[in-house]
């Protein structure tokens, strides 16, 4: 079966954006000589000024970029440049209907590899027969891939993937691929943890770095919440650690299957398969209990010559892990869950143990360094609040700040959206908006330097061949992102067709969803219309959350609707896409405010990736055709939607169907 060129429909081209007209009223008093008038006006006021504030509610989505990030539109003198991929950028439509090869893929039966909720790092299983044409077992070598011009080359990254093998990959080149995927996993999971964690508790810094710079005698009050959220933050610490650890051990069992390591000329049997599985020798070394922190350039008598700076790299990761242990420990130590949360606790007491996990002096907040900021009170205080009023305070953190600013050293910036408790000055703000950016200033991280070295090694060569393509397709990945501005709200599959931009619009073709479909038409004039819709069966959607700190975590299953499909003669046969639920063993489609794909926190990106795979424990020989390769062809449209009632910003020409 060949999938499709595929659609996912969510917006109009481009992107709206809301805009907040916000009114100024500016009142210069003059003063006259003239005490007596000056004394009757020393509070004036101005009364009855009505101000309407325009505002839009939104459900946003884009395809992400390949290294996970979320982009937004820069406005300024005119557009974006032309080689900029329009589907990475904040938007309400997402269109990878040509460029991205999925028009490349034949579909063959594979089952979802899964532990519970997780699905595996393959993403699927795929049968291998024996010489008598049956399957002899099911095979867990399965790799992602992105399409670059020609074909789907395996490796990492995200966006539109290929799930496959290559028929002419050798274990040796397969391990290889495996590794450096499962590498650039740990890496990635790594950098969105420490996001999360600073979104979870990295007000707590926030707020002691904004009482320590304003404090104007001693260093601020501090409580038993402070100590309680920085606990917390360094159990997630030690987490993020032991994910990079894990990051550099696959990036040393890659660099280990690599064609950097040569067997030498001359050698016998014995010593070339020695060097041929050298990868499974350093795999099982480090399955002995052993660390990248004592590994060795020689393991069995082979010799390994890793880049250099590796040994740095892992040296500089045993002082971040060493630090976060002791901030652990004694933080630990200090916080007391019997007392009440808001029981004073001394700078001195918990200041050495901060320390370790970020620089609070070098902390910048608006621009200026928290020891610099009560010298410098007006002009912090005039930046803060120009800030504030374009949407939020920026807390940056850069190398040489901390453990938070090692992790971005190692493996790259990251950010979070927090809240500052308060900031008094002259008057009293609560609850204010801020982002924390944690910023690496060296060139390359440690990571990814290491991660151009293997990728520059390249994989062990097969028959002078560098690059094994993916030959055989079991299933395709769609990697979005989604983000809402309301609260408290879902994101939903969207089954019905449903306008992008106004509820009651049935007027606007550019601005028309088509719901969540997929068509399919037979490619052999003896595969009937109901022969495609037994086939249809088979294909299974499953929404999941890529690379969390688990895995790959299901969100949802999804199916056709083959009972209630409709055949055209011109298109073959459609059947609408509904989340499913299973209870004692019997399915039930989950429709309208009940196909809950999972809950969105408020301005803040969600990772759903969107799998599509032809279900071999379900298929059969008669669900296929016979004389021909691929037995239909067609087209997917996915469609979503939020739990809230969200009210568009009045963009007349799109209302009206203008260009």
Same mark, same amino acid.
């Given at each position: 079966m060949q999938t499709q060129e595929t659609k996912l429909t969510y917006g109009i081209k481009g992107k709206l954006i809301s805009a907040v007209a916000m009114l100024l009223v500016a009142i210069i008093m003059v003063v006259s000589s003239t005490y007596a008038w000056f004394t009757l006006s020393t509070a004036p006021e101005v009364t009855g000024?009505?101000?309407?504030?325009?505002?839009?509610?939104?459900?946003?989505?884009?395809?992400?970029?390949?290294d996970a990030t979320t982009q937004e539109w820069v406005y300024g003198e005119g557009v974006v440049e032309a080689d900029k991929d329009v589907n990475t950028y904040w938007g309400n439509?997402?269109?990878?209907?040509?460029?991205?090869?999925?028009?490349?893929?034949?579909?063959?039966?594979?089952?979802?590899?899964t532990t519970g909720d997780i699905i595996k790092p393959s993403i699927v299983e795929f049968p291998v027969y024996g010489a008598d044409g049956r399957v002899s077992n099911l095979s867990d070598g399965a790799v992602?891939?992105?399409?670059? =011009? &020609? %074909?789907?080359?395996?490796?990492?990254? +995200?966006?539109?993937?290929?799930?496959?093998?290559?028929?002419?990959? $050798?274990?040796r080149q397969l391990a290889y691929r495996n590794a450096l995927s499962a590498a650039g996993t740990n890496m990635s999971q790594a950098r969105k943890a420490a996001a999360s964690a600073l979104f979870t508790n990295g007000n707590a810094i926030a707020d002691i770095a904004i009482r320590? =710079? &304003? %404090?104007?005698?001693?260093?601020?009050? +501090?409580?038993?919440?402070?100590?309680?959220?920085?606990?917390?933050? $360094?159990?997630?610490l030690t987490a993020i650690v032991a994910q990079m650890e894990e990051a550099y051990k696959q990036f040393i069992i890659a660099y280990a299957a690599s064609a950097a390591l040569v067997t030498p000329s001359g050698a016998d049997e014995a010593i070339k398969t020695a060097y041929e599985n050298f990868y499974a020798t350093v795999e099982n070394w480090f399955s002995a209990e052993n660390t990248i922190y004592n590994f060795g350039t020689t393991i069995d008598g082979i010799t390994i010559n890793l880049p250099t700076q590796v040994a740095d790299s892992i040296s500089k990761l045993a002082t971040t892990k060493a630090n976060v242990a002791a901030a652990h420990t004694g933080l630990t130590g200090v916080y007391d869950n019997s007392l009440p949360e808001d029981t004073a606790v001394e700078w001195t007491a918990f200041n050495t143990y901060l320390h370790k996990l970020v620089d609070v002096n070098g902390i910048k907040v608006a621009g200026w360094k928290v020891d610099e900021i009560i010298t410098n009170k007006d002009a912090f205080?005039?930046?803060?609040?120009?800030?504030?009023?374009?949407?939020?305070?920026?807390?940056?953190?850069?190398?040489?700040?901390?453990?938070?600013?090692?992790?971005?050293?190692?493996?790259?910036?990251?950010?979070?959206?927090?809240?500052?408790?308060?900031?008094?000055?002259?008057?009293?703000?609560?609850?204010?908006?801020?982002?924390?950016?944690?910023?690496?200033?060296?060139?390359?991280?440690?990571?990814?330097a290491i991660k151009s070295e293997v990728d520059n090694a390249g994989a062990p060569k097969n028959d002078g061949a560098q690059q094994m393509p993916i030959s055989e397709f079991y299933g395709y990945i769609i990697d979005l992102a989604f983000r809402t501005n309301a609260a408290e709200s879902n994101l939903l599959l969207q089954t019905a067709p449903k306008d992008r931009i106004y509820s009651d619009n049935a007027e606007n073709d550019q601005t028309w969803g088509k719901g969540s479909t997929m068509t399919f038409k037979a490619t052999a004039a003896d595969f009937?219309?109901?022969?495609?819709?037994?086939?249809?069966?088979?294909?299974?959607?499953?929404?999941?959350?890529?690379?969390?700190?688990d895995g790959n975590k299901i969100l949802a299953y999804a199916?056709?609707?083959?009972?209630?499909?409709?055949t055209s003669a011109a298109d073959g046969v459609t059947a609408n896409i509904y989340l499913y639920d299973v209870v004692d063993g019997v399915e039930t489609l989950l429709k309208d405010g009940d196909a809950v794909i999972q809950a969105l926190t408020q301005n803040e990106a969600a990772h759903v990736s969107v799998l599509v795979y032809l279900d071999g424990t379900t298929i059969t020989n008669a669900d296929v055709a016979a004389t021909v390769a691929t037995s239909?062809?067609?087209?997917?449209?996915?469609?979503?939607?939020?739990?809230?009632?969200?009210?568009?910003?009045?963009?007349?020409?799109?209302?009206?169907?203008?260009?």
């Amino acid at each position: 079966m060949q999938t499709q060129e595929t659609k996912l429909t969510y917006g109009i081209k481009g992107k709206l954006i809301s805009a907040v007209a916000m009114l100024l009223v500016a009142i210069i008093m003059v003063v006259s000589s003239t005490y007596a008038w000056f004394t009757l006006s020393t509070a004036p006021e101005v009364t009855g000024i009505s101000t309407a504030v325009g505002a839009n509610g939104a459900l946003e989505m884009l395809l992400l970029t390949q290294d996970a990030t979320t982009q937004e539109w820069v406005y300024g003198e005119g557009v974006v440049e032309a080689d900029k991929d329009v589907n990475t950028y904040w938007g309400n439509l997402v269109d990878v209907s040509s460029g991205y090869g999925l028009d490349k893929i034949t579909l063959y039966p594979s089952q979802l590899a899964t532990t519970g909720d997780i699905i595996k790092p393959s993403i699927v299983e795929f049968p291998v027969y024996g010489a008598d044409g049956r399957v002899s077992n099911l095979s867990d070598g399965a790799v992602t891939g992105i399409y670059e =011009g &020609t %074909a789907f080359n395996p490796g990492d990254g +995200y966006g539109v993937r290929a799930v496959g093998s290559s028929s002419g990959m $050798t274990e040796r080149q397969l391990a290889y691929r495996n590794a450096l995927s499962a590498a650039g996993t740990n890496m990635s999971q790594a950098r969105k943890a420490a996001a999360s964690a600073l979104f979870t508790n990295g007000n707590a810094i926030a707020d002691i770095a904004i009482r320590k =710079g &304003t %404090a104007e005698s001693g260093d601020g009050a +501090y409580t038993q919440k402070d100590m309680k959220n920085l606990v917390a933050l $360094t159990t997630d610490l030690t987490a993020i650690v032991a994910q990079m650890e894990e990051a550099y051990k696959q990036f040393i069992i890659a660099y280990a299957a690599s064609a950097a390591l040569v067997t030498p000329s001359g050698a016998d049997e014995a010593i070339k398969t020695a060097y041929e599985n050298f990868y499974a020798t350093v795999e099982n070394w480090f399955s002995a209990e052993n660390t990248i922190y004592n590994f060795g350039t020689t393991i069995d008598g082979i010799t390994i010559n890793l880049p250099t700076q590796v040994a740095d790299s892992i040296s500089k990761l045993a002082t971040t892990k060493a630090n976060v242990a002791a901030a652990h420990t004694g933080l630990t130590g200090v916080y007391d869950n019997s007392l009440p949360e808001d029981t004073a606790v001394e700078w001195t007491a918990f200041n050495t143990y901060l320390h370790k996990l970020v620089d609070v002096n070098g902390i910048k907040v608006a621009g200026w360094k928290v020891d610099e900021i009560i010298t410098n009170k007006d002009a912090f205080a005039q930046q803060a609040m120009a800030q504030f009023s374009s949407g939020g305070i920026a807390l940056d953190i850069s190398t040489g700040g901390g453990v938070l600013a090692d992790i971005a050293d190692q493996c790259g910036n990251y950010e979070a959206r927090i809240t500052i408790s308060e900031i008094t000055y002259g008057v009293t703000l609560t609850n204010i908006p801020a982002f924390m950016n944690v910023k690496t200033t060296n060139p390359a991280t440690y990571l990814g330097a290491i991660k151009s070295e293997v990728d520059n090694a390249g994989a062990p060569k097969n028959d002078g061949a560098q690059q094994m393509p993916i030959s055989e397709f079991y299933g395709y990945i769609i990697d979005l992102a989604f983000r809402t501005n309301a609260a408290e709200s879902n994101l939903l599959l969207q089954t019905a067709p449903k306008d992008r931009i106004y509820s009651d619009n049935a007027e606007n073709d550019q601005t028309w969803g088509k719901g969540s479909t997929m068509t399919f038409k037979a490619t052999a004039a003896d595969f009937t219309d109901q022969d495609v819709k037994d086939l249809m069966k088979n294909i299974k959607i499953v929404f999941f959350t890529p690379d969390t700190e688990d895995g790959n975590k299901i969100l949802a299953y999804a199916k056709l609707d083959i009972e209630n499909a409709v055949t055209s003669a011109a298109d073959g046969v459609t059947a609408n896409i509904y989340l499913y639920d299973v209870v004692d063993g019997v399915e039930t489609l989950l429709k309208d405010g009940d196909a809950v794909i999972q809950a969105l926190t408020q301005n803040e990106a969600a990772h759903v990736s969107v799998l599509v795979y032809l279900d071999g424990t379900t298929i059969t020989n008669a669900d296929v055709a016979a004389t021909v390769a691929t037995s239909m062809t067609g087209t997917m449209n996915l469609q979503f939607a939020s739990s809230a009632t969200l009210v568009p910003m009045d963009y007349a020409q799109y209302q009206n169907g203008n260009d």
